[in-house]
C-alpha cells in the first residue's frame, strides 16, 4: 500500500497538549459552578420569603386565611389556604391544593433550620429556630398576620459553615424580609 505524499496524522504529542489545555480550562471552569454554602442558605432564605409573600397575596386575593407551618423535624414547611372561608384549617390536602402555591416545600439538601452562634436578628429578640407560635404563620383576609401583630423569625443555616446564616423575618404588619449573617452582625 502507498501512502499519498503531504498526507500528515495528528502526533502522540499534538493529542496529549490538546488534552492539558482541557484540563486546566476544567479546572478553572468548575469552580465557578459550586455553589457556596452562604449562597445555598440564601437562596432557601430567599425561596422562602417568594412562598410567604405567595400565601400572603393569595390571602389578599382569596379573602380567606392561609397558612403556613414550618416543621424542622422533616425540614420543610407547608402552605394552607382555608378555601371554604370558615377560619379552621384542617391541615388537609385539599387545603394544600387550594393554595396554587408551593405545597409542601422541602429544605436544600444543605440546609437546615438553625442558626449556630448567631445573635438575634435586629428588633426581633426571641429564642429558638422558628419562634412563631407553634411553628406556624397565620395571615388573614386582609394579609395581616394573625394574631394581629405577630412578628417572628426563621433561621437558616448550613451544617458545614457555622457562619452561613440567613433569617426570614415576618413583622406585625406582614412585612417580609431576608437577612444574611457576616459572621459579626446581620445585613
Given at each position: 500500500m502507498r501512502l499519498r505524499a503531504g498526507v500528515r496524522g495528528i502526533t502522540l504529542i499534538e493529542i496529549l497538549v490538546v488534552i492539558v489545555m482541557m484540563g486546566v480550562l476544567l479546572a478553572i471552569l468548575i469552580p465557578r459552578f459550586r455553589i457556596s454554602p452562604f449562597s445555598r442558605v440564601r437562596q432557601v432564605a430567599d425561596q422562602m420569603v417568594?412562598?410567604?409573600?405567595?400565601?400572603?397575596?393569595?390571602a389578599l386575593s382569596t379573602r380567606s386565611w392561609t397558612r403556613v407551618v414550618f416543621d424542622?423535624?422533616?425540614?420543610?414547611?407547608?402552605?394552607?389556604?382555608?378555601?371554604?372561608?370558615?377560619?379552621?384549617?384542617a391541615l388537609s390536602s385539599d387545603e394544600i391544593d387550594s393554595l396554587h402555591g408551593f405545597r409542601q416545600r422541602p429544605l436544600s439538601d444543605d440546609?437546615?433550620?438553625?442558626?449556630?452562634?448567631?445573635?438575634?436578628?435586629?428588633?426581633?429578640?426571641?429564642?429558638?429556630v422558628i419562634n412563631f407560635p407553634?411553628?406556624?404563620?397565620?395571615?388573614?383576609?386582609?394579609?395581616?398576620t394573625n394574631?394581629?401583630?405577630?412578628?417572628?423569625?426563621i433561621y437558616l443555616s448550613h451544617p458545614g459553615d457555622p457562619n452561613a446564616i440567613a433569617a426570614v423575618t415576618?413583622?406585625?404588619?406582614?412585612?417580609?424580609?431576608?437577612w444574611l449573617y457576616n459572621g459579626t452582625s446581620w445585613r
Open positions: 417568594r412562598d410567604l409573600e405567595l400565601a400572603r397575596g393569595r424542622p423535624a422533616a425540614r420543610s414547611y407547608t402552605g394552607y389556604l382555608d378555601f371554604n372561608r370558615d377560619s379552621v384549617f440546609v437546615i433550620y438553625g442558626r449556630g452562634a448567631a445573635p438575634d436578628v435586629p428588633g426581633v429578640p426571641g429564642a429558638g407553634g411553628s406556624t404563620l397565620d395571615f388573614d383576609a386582609r394579609g395581616l394574631p394581629f401583630g405577630t412578628r417572628g423569625v415576618v413583622t406585625g404588619g406582614a412585612g417580609i424580609r431576608t
